[in-house]
Every structure is written in structure tokens, then in C-alpha cells.
């Protein structure tokens, strides 16, 4: 049943998708469903980020064309190196559950994208808001044969991936924020999550989460910070499944390179985009607050901070800029 209701759904903004009207009747014909069963599937797309209006006597439509992510298209401009690595999902409750779910399974380098999240998830269990069709939902399954010791730094490493794609589709000047964001004049554009599973001395899996603000609707609640989308800083549309493709070709050359060379090769790009570099910050972990001069990361992926003349490393936390 619950799969009918999601291939019903799935047909239905693919009709709507082109931004034109179409009535409920015609839609009840097109799906073999009754006028009032459209309006129930219309209500609950409406709840999962769409923004789809209707017009007594016309129907309904979406306040703009929407361009839905192409599993074909984006396996093709990948190339054939993942050509049965690549699924887009319309809507989960989240890609890296799903990926966690079948991780032992899965090929290196699989991908899972989606429409909307109803469980969309951020670093200490925060929720990633995941509105339908105007975002990239993302994760890349990826095992690391050194184990855990050997990832050390890999969520930098996402975060300079995410940067040189946007830089491909004309979005510069993003700024990396230790250890999981990307940020656009400080306001949040893109964050990570990295989720591991295995035991010290063998492998590591590792699922490598990815959200990118694409085009949020005007109106969006459960965010609590300042956040911006690519379409506010490129002033024009954004082909989804082209800045897709590019992110996984572009992460899983980087990976590869990262499990031989480490997080060396790409510490120079960090500190160019580094958002806290030389500034004053503080440094939560748990209960513990401590605050220093940020200077950088170490060939670990550690953050270095100063003070009293003394720099240190530190594994985990959130950083933000002390002010005073």
C-alpha cells in the first residue's frame, strides 16, 4: 500500500513539474485515482516542502517549474565508471539511513539521492530541514581498507569537494567551517555528516552525508541559523543533476587520491577557504568550553588553536567566532 501511495506521488509531480495547471479530475484519470484521493496526495506533498497551489476551476499547479533529479541523466554525465552506483529515491526519511541499511552491500562509491527527507539528519542529531526538490539530499557509501586511522579528516575533505564543484557552476568565494560546513558570506550554503561503522583493525565504512541549499522556498521553518541557497548567489536556475554529478566525480577522484596521500595534497586549499582562519574563537566539546587564535588544521584534520603562545590540537567540537 505504502508503496502505490509513493508511485501515486511520484506521477503526480511529474505532471505537475512543468509548472502548468492541471485538474484534479485529469489527475485522478492520469493516476486511477478519485479527485478526492489527488487533493489527500496534493496535501501531503504540499507538507514535504512542495509548494503546489490550486485554482477553483483550473486545478492545480506548482509555483514554479521544477526540475526533478534524473537518475539516467546523472549516471550518464558521471560516466560509466558508476553506472550502477547512482539511485535517486523521491522521498526517504534519510539517505544515509538508507545507505546504513544496506552498507555491507553496496558497491564502493554508491550513491543515494533524494527529493525530501522526513528524517533529514546534521551533526549531533540536529535536523537537516529537507523541503522537496530544492536542495541535494546526498550520500556516498565509501570503505576505507586502512580502518578508522586512516580517515582522519576525511569530513575536510568533503568540504573542499563540495567547494571546487560549486566553483565549477560559477558559485566562488565559499568559506569552510571546521570540521562539517560551507559557507557563503556566513551564512550556511552546504553541511556534512559522516557516520562510521567497523572495529579497530579491520576496514571502516564509512557513509559520507551531503546537503547543498539549492533554491528553500521563501517561507521555510525549523532553522535556526542563517543559511542562504545557490540560486540566491547565482541569480539563475541551478541544473541539479549536473552540480550532482559533479560532486561525485569530483569526491570520489578526491577520495581515492586521500586514501593513498592522506590529507596533506589538499591542506593548502582548507587554509584559502578556511572561514575562521586567524580569528578568535571558541571551542565546545560536551561540557567544556575553551577558546584560542584559530590557526589552521593539521595533517589530521585536527583544529589548531593558540593560545598563551602554545597551539594544540583538538578532534571534535563547534566552533564559532568569540566576539570582544
Given at each position: 500500500?505504502?508503496?502505490?501511495?509513493?508511485?501515486?506521488?511520484?506521477?503526480?509531480?511529474?505532471?505537475?513539474?512543468?509548472?502548468?495547471?492541471?485538474?484534479?479530475?485529469?489527475?485522478?484519470?492520469?493516476?486511477?485515482?478519485?479527485?478526492?484521493?489527488?487533493?489527500?496526495?496534493?496535501?501531503?506533498?504540499?507538507?514535504?516542502?512542495?509548494?503546489?497551489?490550486?485554482?477553483?476551476?483550473?486545478?492545480?499547479?506548482?509555483?514554479?517549474?521544477?526540475?526533478?533529479?534524473?537518475?539516467?541523466?546523472?549516471?550518464?554525465?558521471?560516466?560509466?565508471?558508476?553506472?550502477?552506483?547512482?539511485?535517486?529515491?523521491?522521498?526517504?526519511?534519510?539517505?544515509?539511513?538508507?545507505?546504513?541499511?544496506?552498507?555491507?552491500?553496496?558497491?564502493?562509491?554508491?550513491?543515494?539521492?533524494?527529493?525530501?527527507?522526513?528524517?533529514?539528519?546534521?551533526?549531533?542529531?540536529?535536523?537537516?530541514?529537507?523541503?522537496?526538490?530544492?536542495?541535494?539530499?546526498?550520500?556516498?557509501?565509501?570503505?576505507?581498507?586502512?580502518?578508522?586511522?586512516?580517515?582522519?579528516?576525511?569530513s575536510l575533505l568533503v568540504g573542499i569537494a563540495i567547494n571546487r564543484s560549486l566553483k565549477k557552476i560559477g558559485v566562488s568565494n565559499c568559506k569552510l567551517k571546521w570540521p562539517n560546513d560551507v559557507y557563503y558570506n556566513f551564512k550556511k550554503l552546504a553541511g556534512i555528516l559522516v557516520e562510521v561503522e567497523?572495529?579497530?583493525?579491520?576496514?571502516?565504512?564509512a557513509v559520507i552525508g551531503i546537503g547543498i541549499n539549492i533554491d528553500l522556498p521563501n517561507s521555510i521553518d525549523g532553522i535556526d541559523q542563517p543559511f542562504i541557497d545557490v540560486t540566491s548567489i547565482t541569480q539563475q536556475p541551478v541544473d541539479r543533476n549536473k552540480l550532482a554529478a559533479l560532486i561525485i566525480?569530483?569526491?570520489?577522484?578526491?577520495?581515492?587520491?586521500?586514501?593513498?596521500?592522506?590529507?596533506?595534497?589538499?591542506?593548502?586549499?582548507?587554509?584559502?577557504?578556511?572561514?575562521?582562519?586567524?580569528?578568535?574563537?571558541?571551542?565546545?566539546?560536551?561540557?567544556?568550553?575553551?577558546?584560542?587564535?584559530?590557526?589552521?588544521?593539521?595533517?589530521?584534520?585536527?583544529?589548531?588553536?593558540?593560545?598563551?603562545?602554545?597551539?594544540?590540537?583538538?578532534?571534535?567540537?563547534?566552533?564559532?567566532?568569540?566576539?570582544?
Amino acid at each position: 500500500m505504502r508503496k502505490k501511495a509513493a508511485q501515486t506521488r511520484s506521477l503526480l509531480i511529474q505532471q505537475l513539474a512543468n509548472g502548468e495547471f492541471n485538474s484534479g479530475e485529469f489527475l485522478g484519470e492520469l493516476v486511477g485515482i478519485s479527485r478526492s484521493a489527488v487533493a489527500n496526495h496534493i496535501k501531503y506533498l504540499t507538507g514535504i516542502g512542495l509548494d503546489v497551489f490550486s485554482v477553483k476551476g483550473r486545478g492545480y499547479r506548482l509555483a514554479t517549474p521544477l526540475q526533478l533529479l534524473d537518475q539516467t541523466k546523472i549516471i550518464h554525465l558521471v560516466g560509466q565508471k558508476k553506472t550502477d552506483t547512482v539511485k535517486v529515491i523521491s522521498v526517504i526519511g534519510s539517505t544515509n539511513t538508507y545507505i546504513k541499511e544496506r552498507l555491507h552491500e553496496l558497491p564502493q562509491g554508491f550513491v543515494c539521492l533524494a527529493e525530501a527527507q522526513t528524517h533529514g539528519r546534521g551533526r549531533r542529531g540536529k535536523t537537516w530541514v529537507s523541503p522537496f526538490g530544492s536542495s541535494i539530499y546526498m550520500s556516498m557509501a565509501w570503505t576505507f581498507k586502512g580502518g578508522y586511522q586512516s580517515m582522519a579528516g576525511v569530513s575536510l575533505l568533503v568540504g573542499i569537494a563540495i567547494n571546487r564543484s560549486l566553483k565549477k557552476i560559477g558559485v566562488s568565494n565559499c568559506k569552510l567551517k571546521w570540521p562539517n560546513d560551507v559557507y557563503y558570506n556566513f551564512k550556511k550554503l552546504a553541511g556534512i555528516l559522516v557516520e562510521v561503522e567497523g572495529q579497530v583493525g579491520s576496514d571502516a565504512s564509512a557513509v559520507i552525508g551531503i546537503g547543498i541549499n539549492i533554491d528553500l522556498p521563501n517561507s521555510i521553518d525549523g532553522i535556526d541559523q542563517p543559511f542562504i541557497d545557490v540560486t540566491s548567489i547565482t541569480q539563475q536556475p541551478v541544473d541539479r543533476n549536473k552540480l550532482a554529478a559533479l560532486i561525485i566525480i569530483t569526491l570520489t577522484n578526491m577520495l581515492e587520491e586521500f586514501e593513498v596521500e592522506g590529507l596533506s595534497p589538499f591542506l593548502s586549499e582548507w587554509k584559502e577557504a578556511d572561514l575562521f582562519y586567524n580569528e578568535y574563537v571558541y571551542l565546545e566539546s560536551g561540557n567544556n568550553r575553551i577558546h584560542g587564535l584559530s590557526k589552521g588544521i593539521s595533517d589530521g584534520g585536527a583544529l589548531l588553536l593558540e593560545n598563551a603562545g602554545k597551539v594544540t590540537p583538538h578532534h571534535g567540537g563547534e566552533i564559532s567566532v568569540r566576539r570582544g
